[in-house]
T-cell receptor
Framework: KQEVTQIPAALSVPEGENLVLNCSFT??????LQWFRQDPGKGLTSLLLIQSSQREQTSGRLNASLDKSSGRSTLYIAASQPGDSATYLC???????????FGTGTRLTVIP | DGGITQSPKYLFRKEGQNVTLSCEQNLNHDAMYWYRQDPGQGLRLIYY???????QKGDIAEGYSVSREKKESFPLTVTSAQKNPTAFYLCASSPSLRGNQPQHFGDGTRLSIL
């Protein structure tokens, strides 16, 4: 069974710093990997979806990388802002279907 | 704007009572999903549906039921058999069950026991 792990569970950084969030998965036979953002008490907002054939995907200050062979993905956030404070989740679909396996998330706090 | 609407935002259940959570989407997506989120745990799949009148159990379906009578709607019923229903429930949809398509989420319903 696929297991998705996110380390660290929580991270605090001063405003303006660049940071990296990590995601690892045990089964490398994935179609894609999706990064989400969740604000307290809210649903999930899709940030980036990186296909298995891609190595990187970028959106604004966000850059996601994927290394299937090592079972790892990173989400890089450049020039962090207080508005980036949220929980970041990564997820991979179940083989043969689109049901997602989620990590437990990294709670990011950007200090002004 | 297209999106997923979940209602109510907060819901309270009495012991022995069934409650139904609503999920409506206007994205014209075929596939819909229900997830449960507990503190310190990742989201877990309850049920999913590929198409109207079809649905499948996820990893934690016991104590829950669903229906898919319309493409736009996928309500979740939390039955009295679900002994620990307090959680945050999230509905999602995607164009199909093909594994290369992103899922879009609603804002969730928080269910608590009275």
């Amino acid at each position: 069974k696929q297991e998705v792990t996110q380390i660290p569970a929580a991270l605090s950084v001063p405003e303006g710093e660049n940071l990296v969030l990590n995601c690892s998965f045990t089964d490398s036979a994935i179609y894609n990997l999706q990064w989400f953002r969740q604000d307290p008490g809210k649903g999930l907002t899709s940030l980036l979806l990186i296909q298995s054939s891609q190595r990187e995907q970028t959106s604004g200050r966000l850059n996601a990388s994927l290394d299937k062979s090592s079972g790892r993905s990173t989400l890089y956030i450049a020039a962090s802002q207080p508005g980036d404070s949220a929980t970041y989740l990564c997820a991979v679909p179940k083989t043969g279907a689109n049901n997602l396996f989620f990590g437990t998330g990294t709670r990011l706090t950007v200090i002004p | 704007d297209g999106g997923i609407t979940q209602s109510p935002k907060y819901l309270f259940r009495k012991e022995g009572q069934n409650v139904t959570l609503s999920c409506e989407q206007n994205l014209n997506h075929d596939a819909m999903y229900w997830y449960r989120q507990d503190p310190g745990q990742g989201l877990r799949l309850i049920y999913y549906s590929q198409i109207v009148n079809d649905f499948q159990k996820g990893d934690i379906a016991e104590g829950y039921s669903v229906s898919r009578e319309k493409k736009e709607s996928f309500p979740l019923t939390v039955t009295s058999a679900q002994k620990n229903p307090t959680a945050f429930y999230l509905c999602a949809s995607s164009p199909s069950l093909r594994g290369n398509q992103p899922q879009h989420f609603g804002d969730g319903t928080r269910l608590s026991i009275l």
